[in-house]
């Protein structure tokens, strides 16, 4: 029976009815269906993309913001019966603190996926643009490893830092409702500009290239920094293959999963991304094979039992409201909080017109629609993030996986924020999918932003070094900023010499027109003088 409805066109025409009545209601008008030349169920489709590539960050998040230890401390420790109390040591390796630690984690999973939600419904709804918002990676391992420190080794509680997050996001807002973001944005140059997309492709691709985040093709090199690994078995220290290169299952399998996306991108087949990581997961969940999930291991067992549930919720005790302003005396903590609003005014601003240049909104002058509501959504979503007891929330490069599949409304972000909302409930699914199925999705994302080179005037030197600059330290320094703030910083250098010509011409033709004057004045007083004479 499906396959006849299928095959009369009945479902084609059903989706095109409902897409004609929903473009010509409220609704569609709201979201100007119509005028972006979209429909709801393609909206539909780059939601469902862009999630799927950023679902990552729920668990990620939560593990890089749980090894700073949290809201644990040394009260949470367990100490023997011959001992009144438990010493500092105690939170490097304690069966208690390390309960304590794995329960906040779950504070954090739904901690980010609340934020997550929150902010991508408000760009849907607010600023009707296509962009998924949640956590940004820089941050969260600037807050666990060098402002707290691994298990709270560092100089600042994990509640300081709250605090940090929740006066950066109240600056970002005042920044944002006195348009100075959009300012700021238009001062980066437009080869900077371009090159910020191709160079994010270059960094996402570069992430899902990985063990960690990805497929596992590139890995560390004592000599080298970066080689080809897809090994069978590696260090679990150091991430360097001890043996078996190119022979890692899940490598193969990812691998599988990419030439789905690939042929389905060929063929022009909606929704192949989803289709591509979809697969991989698939094969990923069942057990006793060599590319699982879930293997025979203490914590393999432990994460298939937590797979089981399917649904669970969890309630954040320990992070909510963590917020502590009585050492903002300290000039350390005025330092961090400077510094990450320094990075995340050019970096959040930089993606945030990188994801609107390749959705095409960008007019001439450099400005899109929703703008304005963007950034502020932006900075107030970073505010909530910070009662929540998480890092700052961005704008998210995974956006683009959407805006390819043609999400064009702020119906994608709500169809992003609605996953999100699901995820509370279904976190244990959400969990499970492998890093080797998100990345090759990653790498097509990198494969598709690079269209946006052909723009680059290369042969004008002025234009191509700060764009290559760009495009090269965004993912050679694992920063969008650092890609920023050094093609920025080249192309005012290679600008001086034009000002300084400038300058130089504007003081030549002053010069004149004093001499001119004071020629014409000198003339005035001997014409005056002769006629008294």
């Known amino acids: 029976m499906w396959r006849e409805f299928c095959a009369t066109g009945s479902f084609i025409k059903m989706e095109k009815k409902v897409n004609e009545a929903i473009s010509k209601s409220r609704v569609g008008k709201y979201f100007k269906l119509e005028a972006r030349k979209s429909t709801f169920t393609k909206e539909f489709r780059a939601g469902t993309a862009t999630f799927l590539t950023m679902a990552y960050i729920i668990t990620v998040n939560a593990s890089v913001l749980s090894d700073s230890g949290g809201t644990c401390s040394v009260s949470d420790c ?25 329960k906040m984690r779950s504070d954090l999973i739904v901690g980010t996926a609340s934020a997550s939600m929150i902010g991508s419904f408000a760009m849907g709804l607010l600023a ?9 990676m820089g941050p969260n391992a600037y807050l666990a490893y060098n402002l707290v420190g691994f298990h709270g080794s560092g100089k600042m509680s994990y509640q300081t830092v709250m605090a940090i997050f929740f006066v950066e996001g109240c600056a970002f807002l005042a920044i944002a409702v006195f348009g100075l973001r959009g300012r700021i944005a238009r001062f980066i140059p437009q080869p900077v500009r371009l ?35 897809a090994c069978s078995s ?13 022979q890692s299952p899940t490598f193969w399998l990812s691998s599988v999963g990419f030439i789905i996306m690939c042929y389905g991108l060929m063929k022009e087949i909606k929704g192949s991304m989803i289709y591509g990581i979809l697969f991989v997961t698939l094969i990923s969940w069942i057990r006793n094979t060599s590319v699982t999930i879930f293997p025979n291991t203490p914590s393999g067992n432990s994460s298939y039992e937590y797979f089981k549930k399917v649904v669970d919720f969890h309630k954040i005790e320990s992070t909510a409201g963590a917020l502590n302003f009585s050492h903002f005396n300290n000039g350390e903590v005025w330092v961090a909080l400077l510094t990450l609003l320094y ?12 994801m609107a240049e390749i959705g095409g909104f960008v007019n001439e002058k450099g400005e899109f629609e929703g703008e304005y509501t963007a950034y502020m959504v932006d900075a107030g979503s970073t505010i909530v993030a910070s009662t929540l007891g998480v890092s700052p ?16 409304t702020g119906i994608t972000a709500i169809v992003v924020g609605f996953y999100f909302l699901l995820s509370l409930f279904f976190t244990p699914l959400i969990a499970s999918v492998p890093p080797w199925a998100i990345g090759p999705s990653l790498v097509m994302v990198g494969v598709l932003m690079m269209k946006v080179v ?19 330290l965004m993912p050679l320094t694992y920063s969008i900023s650092n890609g920023i703030i050094g093609g920025t910083g080249v192309y005012i250098a290679l600008s001086l010499y034009d000002s300084m010509v400038c300058w130089f011409k504007w003081l030549m033709r002053m010069k004149k027109m004093v001499v001119k004057e004071q020629n014409q004045v000198s003339a005035t007083i001997a014409d005056q003088s002769i006629e008294i004479f």
């Open 234 to 246: 590696t260090n679990p220290l150091t991430g360097e293959c001890t043996g078996g290169k190119m």
């Open 128 to 136: 009707n643009l296509p962009l998924g918002l949640a956590p940004g």
């Open 454 to 472: 052909k723009d680059i005037d290369w042969n004008n030197i002025k234009h191509a070094v700060p764009a290559f600059v760009t495009m090269v």
């Open 393 to 408: 929330i961005a704008t998210f490069v995974e956006s683009s996986a959407g805006i390819k599949e043609g999400g064009r």
């Open 343 to 354: 990075i995340d005014v050019l970096a959040t601003t930089g993606t945030l017109y990188t």
């Open 78 to 102: 367990t100490f023997p019966a011959n001992q009144t109390h438990a010493t500092p040591d105690c939170m490097l390796n304690n069966e208690g603190y390390e309960k304590c630690v794995s």
């Open 195 to 229: 090159a910020c997309a191709a160079g994010i492709g270059l960094f996402i691709a570069f992430v899902g290239l990985q063990p960690h985040q990805g497929v596992g093709l590139v890995g560390p090199d004592a000599s080298t920094l970066v080689t080809l690994t």
